[in-house]
């Protein structure tokens, strides 16, 4: 497995459309809360 070294800014960039893309798939089939899924891409951009 190759490891990929990203700045402090990428990974928040990151996590943040990771969580626009969440909002836009739960909005898109109606259905669901995407509160629980917001939250892990939250602790993984802390990680």
Known sequence: ?????HTIKE???IASQVR???VR???????GHPGAKIGRA???ERV
């Not at 497995?1 to 070294?5: A, E, Q, S, T, Y």
């Not at 798939?25 to 259905?31: L, R, T």
């Open 1 to 5: 497995m190759k490891h990929i070294k």
């Open 11 to 13: 990974l928040e960039d």
């Open 20 to 22: 626009r893309d969440i």
């Open 25 to 31: 798939m739960v909005h898109g089939c109606q259905s």
């Open 42 to 44: 939250s602790c993984r």
